[in-house]
């Protein structure tokens, strides 16, 4: 009877897991589109005002959220709640620091290359279509981590943390694509 | 789950993070010093810069092996 409750439940959690999945999936392919959008309306130019030591800087903090959310989840899978809680609020903290960055690119943005622009369209258009889901992405890992004051996460019973850590890593690897597409392509 | 499982994974991630910085930086270097024709390498760099992420941190493999 327990083992097949166990087995009911594992094969939830692949379901969810295949649902994520095929969410991310659809989600890349706006990404992509906007990401082609960059070559068709602007080809290969970039306006030399774009602030690059800030780009890089953002993108190696996003980078860092990372490492710190994937170390949430494996904390969170071997029940080791502290480590769990320290690690996503690093992530939190590294992910608002991320939109500030980003706010900081767009506050000159706005005086070097406005939205009106061919590059300010696709500039504004796809880092605030990122921002949005780095925002999204807060929110998701803010949630598990108040569940988690009434929850154990531990073995057979994370399957929040690694959605919202999923999702994490999917905006992670957006950005991979987006950084050089829009700071480095010329 | 034995907690001794953990630490090897916790050094994977720092493994992890360090190449992802080395392509960021790479990527950084080649963007920012040549001037024209960088952008098939800058898209090599970002599919071999995705690959780790969504390999290690996101556990692809759990889709067709869930016991990973």
């Not at chain 1, 990122?130 to 996460?153: D, E, I, N, P, S």
Request: aromatic letters at 16%; a positive charge; charged letters at 15%.
């Amino acid at each position: 009877m327990a083992a097949a409750a166990k087995t009911r439940g594992e094969d939830r959690v692949a379901i969810y897991r295949l649902g994520l999945w095929l969410f991310m999936g659809s989600e890349s392919f706006l990404f992509l589109a906007l990401l082609f959008s960059r070559f068709y309306l602007q080809g290969v130019q970039r306006p030399a005002e774009l602030n690059q030591p800030l780009g890089l800087v953002i993108s190696i903090v996003l980078l860092l959220s990372s490492l710190s959310a994937y170390r949430g989840e494996t904390c969170a899978v071997y029940g080791d709640q502290a480590g769990f809680r320290r690690n996503i609020l690093v992530t939190i903290g590294l992910g608002f620091l991320f939109l500030v960055g980003v706010g900081i690119e767009w506050s000159e943005g706005f005086h070097f290359f406005p939205p009106s622009t061919g590059f300010g369209t696709v500039f504004f258009t796809l880092t605030g279509f990122h921002a949005f889901h780095v925002l999204t992405g807060v929110l998701a890992l803010a949630a598990v981590l108040v569940r988690g004051r009434k929850v154990q996460y531990g073995p057979g019973s994370y399957w929040a943390v690694e959605g919202a850590v999923k999702y994490w890593h999917f905006v992670d690897v957006a950005w991979v694509f987006i950084y050089p597409t829009l700071y480095l392509v010329s | 789950m034995h907690k001794s499982g953990m630490k090897p994974k916790l050094r994977l991630g720092f493994v992890v993070f360090g190449v992802l910085v080395a392509i960021e930086v790479a990527e950084y270097v080649l963007g920012t010093s040549i001037q024209k024709g960088v952008w098939p390498f800058l898209a090599v760099l970002a599919v071999i810069g995705a690959w780790p992420i969504v390999n290690y941190f996101m556990h692809i493999k759990q889709l067709w092996r869930p016991e990973e």
